[in-house]
C-alpha cells in the first residue's frame, strides 16, 4: 500500500517531490539481458550522488523493448537492488489499460511510490477516450500518476484534457515534454495549485526554482554531468539563499555540456520524436564518466567505435569525464 490515500496524493506529492527525479539507462549484458551487476553498480553510484528518486522503465532504459517477464524481472531486481534507499517509479507506455494495470499491481507490491504513465499511442486518441482511459485506469489502482505530456505518444495532451485529467485525486503531476515553455507556463497558470507541472530540463531548474517550481522531472543530466556535477549544487544553494544572480552565473558555467547533451539527446528525439537514437550516445556517456551501459538491445543499432572514442573525447574536453 501507498503511503498516502487517494485523497491525500496530491498533498503527498507536492510536500515529497522535489530535486532531480532522474531516468536513467539500463545495463545491458552482451547477452542482450538486464547486467545485474552493472544495475547494482550504477544504483549504488545514484545513491552516492544523491539523487532524489529514480524512475525507471522508460523508453531511454529500453523498457518498450523487454518481454513483459523481463519488465517484471528489471523491476524485480531495481526494487532488490535499492533496498528502498530511493524513492521508485516506473513508467508505463501500453496502450492497453489491463496491461497497464497489471504492471501497477506488480511495481505497488515492489515498494514503488507511482507512475508515469503516457496516454495511449494506438487507437484512443479523442479527449474523451484518453479521459476514459486514464479514468478507467486510476480507479483501478491507488498509485500515484505523473502523466507523460509528450509528442512522442502520437498526441500531445491539450489544455482543456490536462484540466480533466489534473482533477483526478491521483494524478499529481505532468512531465511537461513537449519542449515547450511557453506551455509550461500556461499550464502552471491554468491547472490546480496542488498539481506539479514539471520541465524535463535541468537547463531551466534555475528558474523553475525561481518561480516556485520543485522538481525536475524524467531526465538524467544530474547523473550526466559527472565530474562537473558539483555546479549543479553550488547553484541550488545560492537559490535556497535567495542569491539568484549568483546562481545564475554559476548555473552558467555548464552550459558547454548542456549544449552537448542536447546534441546527442534533446534534438535527436525532436527530429525523430522517439528515443532510440539516442541510447547508444547515452550508454557511451555512462561509460566514459564510469558507470554501467553495455550493449543495446536489438534491433537498435550501436555506435560505431569511431562515434564512441569521439564522444567520450569531447566529455574529456569539457572537463565531464
Not at 507536492?14 to 538486464?34: M, R
Not at 545514484?46 to 522508460?58: A, K, P
Not at 535527436?268 to 539516442?278: D, N, V
Amino acid at each position: 500500500m501507498p503511503e498516502y490515500s487517494r485523497s491525500e496524493a496530491k498533498a503527498w506529492a507536492l510536500e515529497k517531490i522535489k530535486g532531480f527525479y532522474q531516468c536513467p539507462i539500463s545495463a545491458v549484458n552482451d547477452d542482450f539481458k538486464i547486467d545485474r551487476a552493472g544495475m547494482e553498480h550504477n544504483i549504488d553510484a545514484f545513491c552516492d550522488i544523491g539523487i532524489d528518486g529514480l524512475v525507471v522503465g522508460g523508453f531511454i532504459s529500453e523498457g518498450w523493448n523487454l518481454t513483459p517477464a523481463q519488465w517484471v524481472e528489471f523491476h524485480e531486481m531495481v526494487a532488490d537492488i535499492n533496498k528502498g534507499r530511493l524513492p521508485l517509479w516506473t513508467i508505463i507506455l501500453d496502450p492497453c489499460v489491463h496491461t497497464a494495470l497489471e504492471k501497477m499491481a506488480v511495481v505497488e507490491k515492489l515498494g514503488f511510490e507511482g507512475a508515469e504513465v503516457i496516454n495511449p499511442v494506438v487507437q484512443l486518441r479523442s479527449d474523451d477516450e484518453i479521459y476514459d482511459w486514464f479514468k478507467y485506469f486510476t480507479d483501478r489502482t491507488d498509485l500515484a500518476v505523473c502523466l507523460y505530456r509528450t509528442p512522442v505518444s502520437g498526441k500531445v495532451l491539450g489544455f482543456d484534457l490536462m484540466r480533466r485529467l489534473a482533477d483526478i485525486d491521483t494524478c499529481v503531476a505532468v512531465k511537461q515534454g513537449s519542449l515547450n515553455r511557453a506551455e509550461t507556463l500556461k499550464l502552471r497558470r491554468d491547472l490546480r495549485d496542488d498539481f506539479i507541472v514539471s520541465d524535463p530540463s535541468e537547463a531551466l531548474f534555475l528558474e523553475d526554482l525561481r518561480m516556485g517550481g520543485q522538481v525536475c522531472w524524467g531526465e538524467m543530466s544530474y547523473i550526466v554531468y559527472g565530474k562537473k556535477r558539483h555546479i549543479v549544487d553550488e547553484y541550488r544553494a545560492l537559490a535556497a539563499e535567495g542569491k539568484w544572480e549568483e546562481a545564475r552565473q554559476k548555473s552558467d558555467e555548464l552550459n558547454p555540456i548542456r549544449l552537448l547533451l542536447e546534441e546527442v539527446l534533446l534534438w535527436k528525439i525532436i527530429r525523430t520524436q522517439a528515443y532510440a537514437s539516442t541510447i547508444g550516445d547515452i550508454k557511451t556517456w555512462f561509460e566514459a564518466i564510469g558507470l554501467k551501459g553495455g550493449r543495446i538491445i536489438p534491433p537498435v543499432k550501436e555506435p560505431s567505435p569511431e562515434a564512441k572514442e569521439a564522444l567520450t573525447a569531447r566529455l574529456v574536453d569539457l572537463g565531464v569525464a
